[in-house]
């Protein structure tokens, strides 16, 4: 599928453009806006390696990966960064990630966006099973996949090697027929 392209009332998902490097460096450069996620700030280099990258698979056949730039409507800007992914471990599933620019953060365009991808992994792709690994002190991130239906179930020990330790992972996945009924 490709180009994808869904919005909601205040944002837009739409696939990656060149022009989209400095923005996405403005989230993944960030020491805030990368506290919990499983990597350490990007630099500017990185992070239009992994531009380029989400941009050619996003015509690869089959397509395994949607990365996606998450725009607000009213700005025309983009205010965040999502990922879809298939799992080669499960039948119909994939994995999911988001990052907000911290200033776009606490009026619910997490909630939005979360909201938006899975719309596609479930509508557009017909998806089982999506779900996502959050850091256990990123309690905003947990309150907005809850507010997306999706629901803990458990923890990956010792999943994430940043800041030279290791952390534990929070699984919230959601299956096609909990988002359905969510609907």
């Known amino acids: 599928m490709h180009p994808v392209e869904r919005s909601s009332i205040r944002l837009?998902?739409?696939?990656?453009?060149?022009d989209d490097v400095d923005a996405v460096f403005a989230i993944y450069g960030s020491a805030e806006a990368t506290e919990h996620l499983s990597f350490e700030p990007r630099?500017?280099?990185?992070?239009?390696?992994?531009?380029?990258r989400s941009i050619?698979?996003?015509?690869a056949t089959p397509r395994t990966e949607?990365?996606?730039a998450v725009i607000e409507r009213e700005t025309?800007?983009?205010i965040g960064f999502v990922r879809?992914?298939?799992?080669?471990?499960?039948?119909?599933?994939?994995?999911?990630?988001?990052?907000?620019?911290?200033?776009?953060?606490?009026?619910g365009y997490g909630v939005e966006t979360v909201k938006l991808l899975l719309?596609?992994?479930?509508?557009?792709?017909?998806?089982?099973?999506?779900?996502?690994?959050?850091?256990?002190l990123n309690t905003p991130s947990a309150r907005t996949m809850e507010a997306a239906g999706m629901v803990e179930e458990g923890t990956?020990?010792?999943?994430?090697f940043k800041a030279g330790k290791w952390r534990d992972s929070v699984v919230p996945p959601i299956l096609d027929r909990g988002w359905n009924a969510a609907r």
């Open 56 to 59: 050619a698979a996003a015509t």
């Open 66 to 68: 949607y990365a996606l």
């Open 156 to 160: 990956i020990r010792e999943h994430v």
């Open 12 to 18: 837009e998902l739409r696939e990656l453009a060149p």
């Open 119 to 136: 719309d596609i992994a479930f509508e557009e792709l017909e998806f089982h099973r999506v779900w996502g690994a959050r850091s256990p």
């Open 84 to 107: 879809l992914a298939t799992d080669p471990h499960q039948q119909r599933g994939a994995t999911m990630g988001f990052a907000l620019r911290p200033a776009s953060c606490g009026v």
């Open 76 to 78: 025309a800007e983009l």
């Open 43 to 52: 630099s500017r280099d990185q992070v239009e390696q992994i531009v380029t």
